[in-house]
């Protein structure tokens, strides 16, 4: 398991009250995200309508029902599945490090929609690099010899008797 890094839960918290435009409440990072409100309430802010019921308080398994709701709604929003967390890593906190990359890849998705124009979290998303090469610069490379094709200047195995024959004692 990766280990915490506060400073990162300390912007992924930042960006959170940025974008809902909220104080959080204070807190630890994974007391302030644990019961899902928080969650659901910034995926709502980023794709209106998400999560339709949010539970505001009730038993644990009511909360834990908050996460799940979040986690559907980031996959729907296009975080890719294998980043996101399993909701016992932050309900019964088993692996926080996981949340917060879950949360910076959420981040890094919103820069996907056009729709979405409030603060970025993490390094901007690369823009597609297309080239385009002439039918002549394909072709130039036939004919050179790859070396990682077994180019061995000759070499071959044909003095060796050995393969293929018995072993005479």
């Known amino acids: 398991m990766a280990p915490r890094n506060k400073e990162q839960e300390a912007e992924v918290l930042q960006w959170i009250g940025d974008v809902l435009g909220e104080k ?86 919103t820069q996907k929609h056009p729709e979405y124009q409030g603060p970025a979290l993490g390094p901007k998303m690369a823009d597609k690099n297309e080239r385009t090469f002439s039918e002549d610069q394909l072709r130039a490379h036939h004919g050179e010899l790859n070396l990682q094709m077994g180019y061995n200047k000759g070499a071959s195995q044909a003095g060796c008797g050995s393969f293929g024959n018995s072993r005479h004692m």
């Open 24 to 109: 959080l409440p204070a807190g630890a990072y994974e007391d302030v995200l644990k019961d899902g409100i928080v969650l659901c309430k910034l995926i709502n802010k980023l794709a209106p309508g998400s999560v339709k019921k949010i539970q505001e308080r009730g038993t644990n398994f009511q909360l834990m029902e908050n996460i799940q709701r979040f986690q559907a709604a980031i996959k729907k929003y296009g975080v890719p599945e294998e980043e996101i967390f399993q909701t016992a890593d932050l309900f019964e906190r088993r692996n926080i490090p996981q949340v917060t990359l879950c949360l910076y890849s959420l981040g890094r998705t």
